[in-house]
């Protein structure tokens, strides 16, 4: 008597995350904190442009619309669904003036930059990172909001004019 005897198991392996690409942001609108001035002889103040766009003076700063758009900075990226990425990002940033009447020189300073996202859970927060995790598909756009809030020093310091930086972000994922 011959007796065979065989067995097969098959198992499935738990699903995987998507194969991991390398995250890139897009800036889509940049950061504007829009028009403003101070009274000769202050001390200064403060304007915030929040994660949603809205703009508030602080100290003897007076908002003006002179057609200079106030906007929250957007940039847009797109990342899987259980993806956790972090970004880095200064604490501080100077704008150097640029243009204006009268010469050069002059620098503004930005406080704090906060953060809002659009397509995710914010797991942490910190002073100079943001880390969340996807809730959208592969395909979906995710948007992230940044605003701040700029440090206005008397004319002398910050003599009227247009001022400009440039802010790195650094992504990782995990």
Request: glycine share 16%.
């Amino acid at each position: 008597m011959m007796v065979i005897w065989g067995m097969s198991a098959f198992a499935q392996n738990a699903p995987g995350l998507p194969s991991r690409t390398g995250t890139v942001l897009y800036p889509v609108v940049s950061l504007s904190f829009g028009d403003f001035t101070i009274p000769s002889g202050s001390s200064g103040g403060n304007v915030t442009v929040t994660t949603g766009g809205s703009r508030t003076p602080g100290g003897d700063v007076y908002l003006l619309n002179m057609g200079t758009p106030v906007q929250a900075a957007m940039f847009e990226f797109k990342l899987c669904p259980g993806r956790t990425i972090t970004i880095y990002y200064p604490t501080n940033a100077q704008l150097e003036r640029t243009g204006g009447t009268g010469g050069s020189g002059g620098s503004l300073d930005i406080e704090s930059l906060t953060f809002a996202i659009d397509g995710g859970v914010i797991d942490a927060q910190g002073d100079g990172f943001i880390q969340f995790t996807s809730n959208k598909g592969c395909n979906d756009i995710h948007r992230i909001y940044m605003g701040g809030m700029l440090r206005v020093e008397s004319i002398l310091a910050n003599p009227s004019g247009t001022y400009h930086t440039e802010v790195v972000l650094t992504i990782v994922q995990q």
